[in-house]
């Protein structure tokens, strides 16, 4: 392994004679640190590189008219992780340092070690020698730690908390991410399989309903033949929908107890709820299982003594010779923390065993780079003005991108973009609440982002004065119950939001049946009473259920004749826009309920329900919130729990099911208002419009 250390201003040669220099190259390959930089004398590392843009900054930073910012360029190779501070930022927000790859040259920035291919030996599994042969070497060799090994965590947060833990190796087999031995494998198109629980053990639970465990169930006797052979595992887990069929648990196997098919789980690694119990029916699989690698694309590493085992993916069906294998070792490629006026260009950022990349301060973009092949998060972004745009983000353990963006209790704007990015395959370790983009912002905007193929959402947070538009969500949802692919829920005070133009198509539930809950995912949901948003100009094809409107209040979803711009006005009693809505083949295009007048009915009860506390601890009747939303101080005395002043209006479907799920006497009844939406029959699917 390559060593890489930042040398001393000190022990550097002086800044090239031309300090305003615009341009510094970097050739890992063939550059020399003693060069000055030019395009034919580069440097050698990125270090010596961001010792000149500290001394530029440090030449000119009290300038009132500084040299154009330097340009970083690397040319092709891979590069070790790249940390950089306040003292490495640019002068101006109109012109940031830059680091960029050169063009048509491909540089790769990497937290990732390369296993050399002649020290893979192929060998019998150690746990099921008449199984498949999988190829083994011990890390240790290669002066990696167990602090890198790291170790699995359970997770059970129905949140984007879910992935934050300590990092762990993972190995990657020809730039594809293999996943830890389990049983039973994906099917062949890469959908997960399951096993389903028999029914629970333990002690009577707390909760209503028959005795039950929280640690404790019992597999299907026709799993015996392969869960009773785990006991000789070192460390087995688990990881199963539990009790909900939105939110995923991932627990150590305590104990096995064969006789009575009982899986005992680790209370330190507990499943979702603290304490509710495990259902009957209930999906799972069993996972880092080294007497289960026995498919390709599979890998199991002791993590004590550093022995990795893996079976490399095919490609093209074929197993690939000699087979390249990348384990991740830092917990991050690119971090930039309190740094502001840097832009990043067309850079590939990889094997990360945490997030990718991370940025915190502000004026920081991310432009046309490639993120993939990390541990948790594939981005995340953290102040004002940044940019994410033109960027590939996949294959990452949970969420694709994550960025908080302004200051919701003082509804200070994060000006921050999220713009023409494609993302995918996120969330394929924890696979609940890690959505494509999790956003918590303000005045910014989300536009023009392709989103697909992930087991749950492709949008999800909260904001206020935000927009979403133009983007393409697609095959989202296909692993969880009750959710959606643009998902917001339990607020009153997000507002001045507007969710237009974009497109939704094949937003279903793919593969094994949902058992718990069945069939209910979205396009948009607005769960649990979210308010305020304006949604117009969207189509919705193929999708079980169009918008889910979860009792909410002052949501327009209206008119489908024309698009045009339209202004939010805070002080109208109902929301109105000129725009198009399409749903084609939607099983149930609006589904509208009144759960706030039932069931919910303590969070909107004034003056203690959840709702209202919100409410208070935003200050709604103060400045900014009582200028920017007046009407969200009067709540408690506007029908607090009745889904009122929504319109629903103008929206055309086609081969549809029943166009709303409540009825006209209700609707009215809760001062909400559905009109003219047409059943049309001419309608024509056409994948590349979204109007």
Not at 140 to 167: E, M
Not at 269 to 275: D, E, I, K
Not at 619 to 642: G, K, N, T
């Amino acid at each position: 392994m390559m060593l890489w250390a930042m040398t001393t201003v000190a022990s550097m040669s002086a800044l090239p004679s031309d300090v305003a220099a615009a341009t510094w190259t970097v050739d890992g390959n063939y550059g020399d640190d003693s060069n000055d930089g030019g395009p034919n004398t580069p440097w050698r590392t990125l270090a010596r590189a961001q010792i000149a843009i500290r001394e530029w900054r440090s030449a000119w930073e009290n300038s009132e008219s500084p040299p154009k910012a330097p340009r970083v360029m690397l040319r092709a190779g891979v590069y070790p992780p790249l940390h950089l501070g306040p003292e490495d930022s640019g002068l101006s927000p109109t012109d940031p340092v830059v680091w960029a790859a050169q063009s048509r040259e491909t540089a790769v920035l990497s937290a990732g070690f390369t296993i050399p291919p002649e020290r893979l030996a192929e060998v019998p599994n150690p746990l099921r020698p008449s199984g498949p042969t999988v190829l083994h070497v011990n890390l240790g060799q290669f002066n990696l730690t167990t602090a890198q090994f790291g170790q699995l965590h359970g997770a059970s947060d129905s949140s984007i908390s879910g992935c934050w833990a300590p990092g762990k190796m993972d190995v990657y087999s020809n730039g594809a991410p293999l996943l830890l031995a389990r049983h039973p494998n994906p099917f062949r198109n890469g959908t997960w399989r399951w096993m389903y629980v028999n029914g629970t053990a333990g002690p009577p639970s707390k909760h209503p309903g028959p005795p039950a465990s929280a640690s404790q169930f019992v597999w299907r006797p026709t799993d015996t033949a392969e869960v009773g052979g785990w006991e000789s595992e070192d460390d087995p887990w688990v990881q199963g929908y539990f009790q909900f069929d939105w939110t995923d648990t991932i627990a150590r196997i305590s104990a096995l107890i064969p006789g009575n098919r009982t899986v005992a789980l680790d209370p330190s690694t507990p499943t979702y709820g603290g304490g509710l119990p495990i259902r009957s029916g209930a999906r799972w699989l069993g996972l880092n299982l080294l007497s289960e690698l026995d498919s390709p694309g599979e890998f199991y590493i002791d993590r004590v003594k550093g022995d990795l085992y893996l079976i490399p993916a095919m490609i093209d069906g074929v197993a690939p010779s000699p087979p390249s294998v990348v384990v991740s070792v830092n917990r991050t490629v690119l971090n930039a923390t309190n740094a502001s006026n840097l832009r990043f260009e067309g850079l590939k950022f990889m094997y990360a065993q945490g997030t990718g990349v991370v940025l915190s301060g502000s004026n920081l973009t991310l432009s046309n780079c490639t993120v993939a092949n990390h541990g948790t998060m594939g981005v995340a972004a953290v102040g004002v003005g940044n940019t994410i745009e033109g960027t590939t983000v996949r294959d990452t353990g949970c969420a694709g991108i994550t960025i908080t963006a302004g200051d919701r209790r003082t509804l200070i704007p994060g000006r921050s973009r999220v713009v023409g990015n494609t993302i995918h395959n996120f969330g394929g370790y924890k696979r609940m609440y890690q959505p494509g983009i999790s956003f918590d912002a303000v005045g910014s905007t989300f536009a023009h982002n392709t989103i697909h193929s992930a087991p749950h959402s492709g949008m999800l947070g909260h904001a206020n004065d935000c927009t979403f538009e133009e983007n393409n969500f697609t095959e989202l949802c296909t692993e969880s119950g009750d959710a959606g692919a643009w998902y917001s829920g339990r607020s009153w005070a997000d507002r001045g939001n507007q969710i237009v133009n974009n497109r939704f198509e094949r937003i279903r539930n793919f593969g094994p049946p949902i058992p718990l809950q069945g069939q209910n995912v979205n396009a948009i949901h607005f769960d649990d009473q979210m308010s305020g948003y304006l949604v117009a100009g969207n189509t919705i094809v193929d999708c079980w259920e169009g918008v889910r409107l979860g009792g909410g209040r002052r949501v327009t979803i209206t008119n489908n004749t024309s698009v045009t711009v339209f202004l939010r006005t805070h002080t109208t009693h109902q929301a109105s826009i000129s725009a198009v809505d399409r749903f084609i083949k939607v099983d149930i295009p609006v589904a509208f309920d009144n759960r706030g007048m039932t069931w919910q009915k303590l969070s909107c009860t004034p003056p203690n329900g959840s709702l209202f506390h919100e409410l208070a601890e935003d200050r709604v009747d103060s400045p900014p919130y009582a200028f920017a939303y007046p009407y969200l101080q009067h709540i408690a005395q506007e029908y607090p729990c009745v889904p009122v002043y929504n319109n629903i209006s103008n929206n055309r479907f086609c081969l549809c099911g029943s166009w709303i799920t409540a009825s006209a006497a209700d609707i009215a009844t809760w001062h909400s208002v559905a009109f003219a939406n047409t059943n049309y029959s001419n309608c024509i699917v056409d994948s590349t419009q979204t109007t």
